[in-house]
Nanobody
């Protein structure tokens, strides 16, 4: 079965950096896009950054200039480099992939379990 495995979360001081990784594994035919969402306590889940199979990227306004999303197609892995972190970046970060499983004819969304990022002031 398809699985997304995240890593790289942790505790960091304001102004510091973290790099999140997410690897998709299983019987995958193709990946349309991968991205990162985050959810803070009492808040709705929001898109942070996304990247398509063609390399196009999209960022939330709040992270532009600070976060960079990238991918390694050979490893089915997406990364999120987070610089100049702020306390308001504190949230659970979830990896998302829209992909076509080997047994399907259409794309579906898959989610990782989430990794906690805590930024102290």
């Amino acid at each position: 079965q398809v699985q997304l495995v995240e890593s790289g979360g942790g505790l960091v001081q304001a102004g510091g950096s973290l790099r999140l990784s997410c690897a998709a594994s299983g019987s995958i035919f193709s990946i349309n896009a991968m991205g990162w969402y985050r959810q803070a306590p009492g808040k709705q889940r929001e898109l942070v950054a996304a990247i398509t199979s063609g390399g196009s990227t999209n960022y939330a306004d709040s992270v532009k200039g600070r976060f960079t999303i990238s991918r390694d197609n050979a490893k089915n892995t997406v990364y999120l480099q987070m610089n100049s972190l702020k306390p308001e970046d504190t949230a659970v970060y979830y990896c998302n992939a829209n992909l076509v499983a080997a047994t399907d004819f259409y794309g579906m969304d898959y989610w990782g379990k989430g990794t906690l990022v805590t930024v102290s002031s």
